[in-house]
T-cell receptor, first 112, second 115 residues
Framework: QQQVKQSPQSLIVQKGGISIINCAYE??????FPWYQQFPGKGPALLIA?????SEKKEGRFTISFNKSAKQFSLHIMDSQPGDSATYFC???????????FGTGTRLQVFP | NAGVMQNPRHLVRRRGQEARLRCSPM?????VYWYRQLPEEGLKFMVY????????ESGMPKERFSAEFPKEGPSILRIQQVVRGDSAAYFC?????????????FGEGSWLTVV
């Protein structure tokens, strides 16, 4: 019940295309859903996050879509660029807890 | 405005040796978290500390692993009698308040290789 399932494991997108990464969870107590971007040899960096009171959040080319009833959320990267090539992790946490439960990651490669 | 500083960045230990990983949180942050990332896997929570206190160690293995965050100095993650399965990237993160209330910021990690 503490798991966050992420797919796909890897994704290849052409420059200018849309990258879509999906996550699903079981624990209905989760109330914070961040996405992290990680480049090789670096630590994860927060990209964008959402709480369940909204169904969508957009920041620049990055959008989170959240479906509370389906217990799913996804990251959309519009106009994907080679510089977006990285591993992306979804995560979730429950109220009054201090730990993030991470998905297994999606390795995104954007080709010019 | 330095970020979360971890050292060493890379550490090689023989089986049975001890590994000590250090983490200095961002300035003004008094909450520290350690996560472990095994190859091709996501990050797994290990422990949450405030100054001089362990708040949540539910993710720490029962044996050989310990963590501290003293009043002065960095947080230390200590692994005794390392085994090959301990080879992983260990990430420290910090926040000004509890993670439940704030974004946490990760360091660049310490890569432990056990040979």
């Amino acid at each position: 019940q503490q798991q966050v399932k992420q797919s796909p494991q890897s994704l290849i997108v052409q420059k200018g295309g849309i990258s879509i990464i999906n996550c699903a969870y079981e624990n209905t107590a989760f109330d914070y859903f961040p996405w992290y971007q990680q480049f090789p040899g670096k630590g994860p960096a927060l990209l964008i996050a959402i709480r369940p009171d909204v169904s969508e959040k957009k920041e620049g080319r990055f959008t989170i879509s959240f479906n509370k009833s389906a217990k799913q959320f996804s990251l959309h990267i519009m106009d994907s660029q080679p510089g977006d090539s990285a591993t992306y992790f979804c995560a979730a946490s429950a109220p009054n807890t201090d730990k993030l439960i991470f998905g297994t990651g999606t390795r995104l490669q954007v080709f010019p | 405005n330095a970020g979360v500083m971890q050292n060493p960045r890379h550490l090689v230990r023989r089986r049975g040796q001890e590994a000590r990983l250090r983490c200095s949180p961002m300035k003004g942050h008094s909450h520290v978290y350690w996560y472990r990332q095994l190859p091709e896997e996501g990050l797994k929570f290990m422990v949450y500390l405030q100054k001089e206190n362990i708040i949540d160690e539910s993710g720490m293995p029962k044996e050989r692993f310990s963590a501290e965050f003293p009043k002065e100095g960095p947080s230390i993650l200590r692994i005794q009698q390392v085994v090959r399965g301990d080879s992983a990237a260990y990430f420290c993160a910090s926040s000004p308040n509890r993670a439940a209330e704030n974004t946490i910021y990760f360091g660049e990690g310490s890569w432990l290789t056990v040979v």
